[in-house]
C-alpha cells in the first residue's frame, strides 16, 4: 500500500520559518517526481513546488519563489519543503505528491497523495 506521510507543520509567526517533510512508502520511490500543493480554507487546491526524480529540476508557484526551496532526500523516497519568510498567506493544509510524469503544476499531476500537515502563519 503506498502512502506518503508529511510532518513539520505547525503554527509559526510571520517571517518565521518552517520545514515540511514527506516520506514515501509502499514502492519505489526513486524514478518518481515528487512535490508539495497546498489548499487554504475555502480555497481550491494549488501548486507550490515540485522536484524532478533526480532532484536535477525545481519548479516554483510565483507566490512562493524565493522563499521556499524544495529538495529530496538521498534515499530518493523523501522530500522536503523548506519555508522561510512566511506569511499569513502561506496559512493552508499542506499535502505531498508523487507522479510517474515529469513535474506539472496542476492538481491532476500526482498519481499518489499524502493526508496533509497543517500550516498556520500568525500575523
Known amino acids: 500500500q503506498v502512502q506518503l506521510v508529511e510532518s513539520g507543520g505547525g503554527l509559526v509567526q510571520a517571517g518565521g520559518s518552517l520545514r515540511l517533510s514527506c516520506a514515501a512508502s509502499?514502492?519505489?520511490?526513486?524514478?518518481?517526481?515528487m512535490g508539495w500543493f497546498r489548499q487554504a480554507p475555502g480555497k481550491e487546491r494549488e501548486f507550490v513546488a515540485t522536484i524532478s526524480w533526480n532532484g536535477d529540476n525545481t519548479y516554483y508557484a510565483d507566490s512562493v519563489k524565493g522563499r521556499f526551496t524544495i529538495s529530496r532526500g538521498t534515499a530518493k523516497n523523501t522530500v522536503y519543503l523548506q519555508m522561510n519568510s512566511l506569511k499569513p498567506e502561506d496559512t493552508a493544509v499542506y499535502h505531498c505528491?508523487?507522479?510517474?510524469?515529469?513535474?506539472?503544476?496542476?492538481?491532476?499531476?500526482?498519481?499518489?497523495w499524502g493526508q496533509g500537515t497543517q500550516v498556520t502563519v500568525s500575523s
Open positions: 505528491a508523487a507522479a510517474s510524469r515529469a513535474p506539472r503544476y496542476d492538481t491532476t499531476w500526482p498519481d499518489y
Open positions: 509502499g514502492r519505489t520511490f526513486g524514478s518518481y517526481a
